[in-house]
């Protein structure tokens, strides 16, 4: 299936490519049927990848993986709220949290309050909310991704 992207332009995207959120997304409800891209020139260890929507090609929302800026991110969520992931194993699980990427990038935060959960295997997802204070919404990145780019 082709579809033209606001960032990426027109791309193609396999079927089995595609990631289902039956209840869609916290904000945006109708939309269901997303894939995962990133900069090819980066490759997926680019960090920052975007969930673009297949229903409305203008939507892509820019998404990481949590551990990458907190690696002990291990927030507890009721099994009930993970249903419609379908059957979460560790080898299947894959778990992302949304970038709030603003023109001054020393601001830049995640939202560790309300991660994606993915079923690589399956391609069923959904968004749960974190209960507690632990994992915030605002979730300062800038000097964390900075240092570990230097490291590199």
Known sequence: MK???RIFGEIEIAEEKIITFE????????????TLL?????GTDAGI??????EEPGFAMPVMD????????DPEVNDELL??????????????VTVTIP???TKMTVNLQGPFVINAEE??????????????VKFPVYEILRTRKAGE
Do not use: M, W
């Open 83 to 96: 249903a419609a992931a379908g059957e979460i194993t560790p080898e299947n699980l894959v778990v992302l």
């Open 23 to 34: 209840n869609g997304i916290i904000g945006f409800p109708d939309l269901k049927r997303f």
């Open 123 to 136: 391609r069923k997802a959904c968004q749960v909310i974190v209960e507690g204070q632990d994992y915030p």
């Open 103 to 105: 023109k001054d990038l």
């Open 66 to 73: 949590p551990l990458i800026v907190k690696p002990d991110y």
């Open 49 to 54: 990848r975007f969930l673009q929507s297949i």
């Open 3 to 5: 579809i033209h992207t």
């Open 38 to 42: 990133h900069d090819e020139a980066r």
